[in-house]
T-cell receptor, first 115, second 114 residues
Framework: QKEVEQNSGPLSVPEGAIASLNCTYS??????FFWYRQYSGKSPELIMF????GDKEDGRFTAQLNKASQYVSLLIRDSQPSDSATYLC???????????????FGQGTILTVHP | NAGVTQTPKFQVLKTGQSMTLQCAQD?????MYWYRQDPGMGLRLIYY???????DKGEVPNGYNVSRLNKREFSLRLESAAPSQTSVYFC?????????????FGSGTRLTVV
């Protein structure tokens, strides 16, 4: 069974700080990695995806990928109370190169940004 | 509005009853998926459809059936509901077979089986 593990949280950071969310995965052949944000009672919303080793920045968000260590992370700079949500890491299944887009999700990390 | 539409939003069933969750997308996506979300368990794949006319089992298919009616619509059926199927169900779609660009999710169906 392919596994995606996230730091258990909950994570609490002060407004303006950097929030760091971490994720490890078991399928060494996975090529595509995603971060979703889910507000309470709402559906998940895609905020970042990354395919290559290294960093990818989009506004206050930076995704980091290290395939050798099977590790992906999300940094949120200048955290705001509106960033308070559950963050889900998702990894595309490799399935011999034909994944049909199936994603395996981690259990999520609850982030609280306090004023 | 473009996106993924799920109906109903809420449902209460008695054990043994059946129901169909409806999902439709208007983004011309090839692939569609049904997930369930339970506290502490994350999202788990029930069934998926890589393209119109095909369906396949995911991680937790027992107790469910699906139909890909056309490219737009992908329904999930519970033939005989059980309390263990109490969950939040999400339908999602993705544009391209063979590579994931991430999902667009519907708003979810909150199902309680008593």
């Amino acid at each position: 069974q392919k596994e995606v593990e996230q730091n258990s949280g909950p994570l609490s950071v002060p407004e303006g700080a950097i929030a760091s969310l971490n994720c490890t995965y078991s399928d060494r052949g996975s090529q595509s990695f995603f971060w979703y944000r889910q507000y309470s009672g709402k559906s998940p919303e895609l905020i970042m995806f990354i395919y290559s080793n290294g960093d990818k920045e989009d506004g206050r968000f930076t995704a980091q990928l290290n395939k050798a260590s099977q590790y992906v992370s999300l940094l949120i700079r200048d955290s705001q109370p509106s960033d308070s949500a559950t963050y889900l890491c998702a990894v595309e299944e490799n399935a011999g190169g034909t994944s049909y887009g199936k994603l395996t999700f981690g259990q999520g990390t609850i982030l609280t940004v306090h004023p | 509005n473009a996106g993924v539409t799920q109906t109903p939003k809420f449902q209460v069933l008695k054990t043994g009853q059946s129901m169909t969750l409806q999902c439709a997308q208007d983004m011309n996506h090839n692939s569609m998926y049904w997930y369930r979300q339970d506290p502490g368990m994350g999202l788990r794949l029930i069934y998926y459809s890589a393209s119109e006319g095909t369906t396949d089992k995911g991680e937790v298919p027992n107790g469910y059936n699906v139909s890909r009616l056309n490219k737009r619509e992908f329904s999930l059926r519970l033939e005989s509901a059980a309390p263990s199927q109490t969950s939040v169900y999400f339908c999602a779609s993705s544009p391209i077979v063979g590579q994931s660009y991430g999902y667009t999710f519907g708003s979810g169906t909150r199902l309680t089986v008593v």
